[in-house]
């Protein structure tokens, strides 16, 4: 019954840590899909004010050179036991999705709602990976706002970077978190 399969994953999407993250990440057509699933998020005037950049294979580690060289400029006095533990991130999942958003100045789009497109479509993408049977998660962190990682990456200076989704193939199960009750936070307003 796909109505119930569509209801299941919304009330039972979960994050799973990247040390849960093993291959084979998602590819081919699979990758496909959830790529396609970003591209239905919300995008008031057909802005696309975001775009994705894959990191697989290789470039992860190169990922987490960058990564390591940013925490040690922000953070000079870091033992070195941190600063690997910082290089070392990205390598825990087989594929990185990063989230990079580009805002555009729009009279009738303002800047936190084309970031809520990025963040409907990095929701998308973890909603598909999770129907496809991967594990993902969303992760950010002070790397994001440092303006020279950036630059390793590529970006331009008016592009950001709001996080990245890890994702692989779970390794083991994860609980689901217990979810509050939606009515502790709704109320009817009454004019």
Request: charged letters at 25%.
């Amino acid at each position: 019954m796909p109505m119930q399969s569509a209801i299941n994953l919304l009330l039972q999407r979960q994050s799973t840590p990247a040390k849960y993250h093993g291959e084979p990440a998602p590819g081919g057509d699979d990758l496909d899909l959830i790529l396609r699933a970003a591209m239905s998020a919300p995008d008031h005037g057909a802005m696309q004010p975001w775009r994705l950049l894959l990191v697989r294979g290789t470039a992860l580690v190169r990922l987490g050179d960058l990564f390591a060289e940013s925490f040690k400029r922000r953070n000079p006095e870091a033992s070195a036991e941190l600063v690997e533990r910082e290089r070392s991130k990205p390598t825990r999942s087989p594929l990185l999705i990063l989230l990079i958003s580009r805002p555009q100045p729009n009279a009738k789009v303002p800047e936190w709602e084309q970031m809520m497109s990025l963040g409907a479509a990095a929701e998308h993408m973890q909603l598909m990976a999770q129907a496809l049977g991967y594990g993902s998660i969303w992760l950010s962190g002070e790397r994001c706002q440092d303006r020279w990682l950036l630059e390793q990456l590529g970006l331009g200076g008016d592009e950001w970077l709001y996080g990245y989704l890890a994702m692989g193939s779970p390794t083991e199960h994860c609980a689901g978190k217990t979810r509050k009750d939606p009515w502790d936070l709704t109320q009817d307003w009454v004019g």
